[in-house]
T-cell receptor
Framework: AQSVSQHNHHVILSEAASLELGCNYSYGGTVNLFWYVQYPGQHLQLLLKYFSGDPLVKGIKGFEAEFIKSKFSFNLRKPSVQWSDTAEYFC?????????????FGSGTRLQVQP | NAGVTQTPKFQVLKTGQSMTLQCAQDMNHNSMYWYRQDPGMGLRLIYYSASEGTTDKGEVPNGYNVSRLNKREFSLRLESAAPSQTSVYFCASSDSSGSYNEQFFGPGTRLTVL
């Protein structure tokens, strides 16, 4: 069974600070990896996704993530956060090897950016 | 193009009451999903439907039933609500053809069971 771990549960940063949120997945086969963001009171929106190819993936709003297969990691980064990045961030995975397409989510990281 | 819609947005039930959460998508997606979101636990899969006419259990199916009414609609039913089912429920859909499965989420239903 797949599992996804997000080690940072709550992160507080000042505006302009750099961000890195950790994500590790457990599945040994071929995976799809995602980062979703949930702004307060809103539904989940896709930030970026990795299916294959270049392990450095760029998403919306200046976010990027790097897939490191040897470390089973897919960490999210942003060079300079803004107050509007305050949200909860979820890492998720799914298998390319099976017919089941459902996502396995991490527990989420709450990011608070202080002005 | 509304994407994924859910009704109702909020609901309060008493223990033992029943209700159905409705979900519809207009993206012609084959697959649909129901998740619940609880603090500190991320989203957990309740049921999913890979295609019209099929449904399968997810990680936390107990206490729920689902119906894939047609390609557009996927409902979640609580037959006898319990306080442990207090949660935010999200419906999602994806195009399951190929290896990719980016999922699109609805706005959620916040359910409180007293």
């Amino acid at each position: 069974a797949q599992s996804v771990s997000q080690h940072n549960h709550h992160v507080i940063l000042s505006e302009a600070a750099s961000l890195e949120l950790g994500c590790n997945y457990s599945y040994g086969g071929t995976v799809n990896l995602f980062w979703y963001v949930q702004y307060p009171g809103q539904h989940l929106q896709l930030l970026l996704k990795y299916f294959s190819g270049d392990p450095l993936v760029k998403g919306i709003k200046g976010f990027e993530a790097e897939f490191i297969k040897s470390k089973f990691s897919f960490n999210l980064r942003k060079p300079s956060v803004q107050w509007s990045d305050t949200a909860e961030y979820f890492c998720a995975s799914s298998s390319q090897d099976t017919g089941r397409r459902a996502l396995t989510f991490g527990s989420g990281t709450r990011l608070q950016v202080q002005p | 193009n509304a994407g994924v819609t859910q009704t109702p947005k909020f609901q309060v039930l008493k223990t033992g009451q029943s209700m159905t959460l409705q979900c519809a998508q207009d993206m012609n997606h084959n697959s649909m999903y129901w998740y619940r979101q609880d603090p500190g636990m991320g989203l957990r899969l309740i049921y999913y439907s890979a295609s019209e006419g099929t449904t399968d259990k997810g990680e936390v199916p107990n206490g729920y039933n689902v119906s894939r009414l047609n390609k557009r609609e996927f409902s979640l039913r609580l037959e006898s609500a319990a306080p442990s089912q207090t949660s935010v429920y999200f419906c999602a859909s994806s195009d399951s053809s190929g290896s990719y499965n980016e999922q699109f989420f609805g706005p959620g239903t916040r359910l409180t069971v007293l």
